[in-house]
């Protein structure tokens, strides 16, 4: 996931090296579930959750008309959802379903104290 401009200032100068160093270390492949960063992944119809890498000579499945393909993108995930916290330990390469899944707890506790703030906002003008 892009790094909001928000939070850039909670990333080391050299994120771009770490990163790179967590995605070789995970061989470029989601640590989670193992789909490799750049394949495709079928979303719906008779083929849904199978993947490949070339979407038009993929030995897996045959694409058609009603398949939705998304192309797979693997990112950088905070074990901790510290962005501070740049530990291998901490680190994992994981792709958006792995990492939508690892951080949902973390974005339904954001998203009530969102809501939360805004409600007092609206309160107090």
Not at 96 to 105: G, V
């Amino acid at each position: 996931m892009p790094i909001k401009p928000e939070n850039r200032h909670r990333y080391p100068a050299n994120w771009k090296q770490i990163r790179a160093r967590i995605q070789v270390r995970a061989g470029d492949k989601c640590e989670e579930c193992g789909v490799p960063n750049g394949a495709y992944r079928i979303r719906s119809g008779p083929n849904a959750g199978e993947w490949t890498t070339d979407p038009m000579q993929g030995e897996t499945w045959i694409c058609c008309d009603e398949e939705k393909v998304t192309r797979i993108v693997c990112t950088t995930s905070h074990t901790n959802h510290h962005a501070e916290d740049v530990r291998d330990e901490n680190l994992r390469f994981l792709c958006q379903r792995c990492h939508l899944r690892h951080d949902r707890q973390h974005h339904i506790e954001s998203a009530y104290a969102s809501r939360r703030r805004g409600k007092a906002q609206d309160m107090f003008p």
